[in-house]
């Protein structure tokens, strides 16, 4: 008499190779969670440093400031971020604009805004 016990259930090596299927599709997610992370980190960045330029720019508005032809850098940090700014000021064919371009840079003098704008006199 034979007797011929069925085993039912998942071999070890079946059970290894779901394992690794599942640890590939777990990396993958991370990898994506931590793009998106990193994406959303560098808009940020680059948010607070168009604030920065705009509101240079709205300073020389509402000062009714005549910027001096050249170019100048200074700090513009936002919150908890460093920034610097260059502010290159050009003058135009007409004499009663002046071309202002501002440009943000980060703390790896990495360029990450630039603003151009006109000052005018105000008589």
């Known amino acids: 008499m034979s007797f011929i016990k069925k085993i039912y259930g998942f071999s070890l090596v079946e059970v290894l190779v779901a394992l690794m299927l599942l640890s590939i599709a777990m990396l993958a997610v991370f990898r994506s969670l931590g793009v998106g992370?990193?994406?959303a980190q560098i808009a940020h960045v680059?948010?607070?440093a168009q604030w920065s330029a705009e509101n240079r720019l709205m300073e020389i508005r509402l000062k009714r400031e005549w910027p001096n032809i050249g170019e100048e850098r200074f700090d513009c940090?936002?919150?908890d971020t460093?920034?610097?700014c260059s502010q290159?000021?050009?003058a135009t064919p007409n004499a009663g604009f002046r071309r202002v371009e501002l440009q943000v840079f980060d703390a790896g003098q990495?360029?990450?805004a630039r603003l151009v704008g006109f000052a005018t006199v105000v008589r």
């Open 110 to 112: 990495r360029q990450v």
């Open 37 to 39: 992370t990193q994406t």
């Open 82 to 84: 460093v920034l610097s």
């Open 88 to 90: 290159k000021v050009i």
């Open 46 to 48: 680059r948010m607070l």
């Open 77 to 79: 940090s936002q919150l």
